[in-house]
């Protein structure tokens, strides 16, 4: 007998593949977890339909479960409603910020691609808000890449959408 408690325990180990110090219970994409004698039952909301980093997840909590005994595991993908950077815990974003990145900016929720441009985005290193961006893709698509002009350095953005 497994219970969906121990379940959630062990998720919170899964880490996520692009940024290393967020578990996928920081990102805020496991949706529900079912158990039922030996069957898990999970499912997860993709934070981008088509983003390479969900197979990779999928496998982890796998592999994950499989490492504690737990062999009877599906996990299925819930596409709509779609994930927003609301569902990351608050706990994630500070991880995020000291992780050097910065998180995702509420008001940008509801961002279109116009008002992205417009929006300050916080500098992780000395909170200045007197940023620029420099790319809209970073080390992955989920991210752009911003300037900091008053202490000049680079950083990625977790972007909204
Ligand atoms: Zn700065």
Redesign the pocket.
Same mark, same amino acid.
């Given at each position: 007998m497994v219970t969906e408690k121990e379940i959630w325990v062990l998720l919170e180990q899964v880490k996520d593949p692009e940024v290393p110090v967020l578990s996928v219970i920081d990102l805020g994409i496991v949706r529900s977890v079912q158990t039922q004698e030996d069957k898990i039952s999970i499912t997860i909301t993709p934070t981008y339909s088509g983003c390479p980093a969900m197979d990779v997840i999928s496998m982890d909590i796998r592999l994950k479960l499989i490492e504690k005994g737990y062999r009877n595991v599906r996990i299925q993908q819930q596409l709509s409603p779609a994930w927003t950077t609301d569902w990351m815990t608050e706990t994630g974003k500070q991880k995020l910020k000291a992780y050097g990145i910065a998180p995702p900016n509420h008001k940008q929720q509801f961002c279109k691609e116009e008002m992205f441009f417009e929006e300050a985005v916080q +500098?992780p290193? +000395?909170h200045?808000h007197h940023t620029q961006l420099i790319s809209q893709f970073a080390s992955t698509a989920c991210k752009s890449m911003y300037r +900091?002009l008053? +202490?000049k350095?680079a950083f990625d953005y977790f972007k909204c959408h």
């Open positions: +500098c290193r +000395c200045s +900091c008053d +202490c350095e």
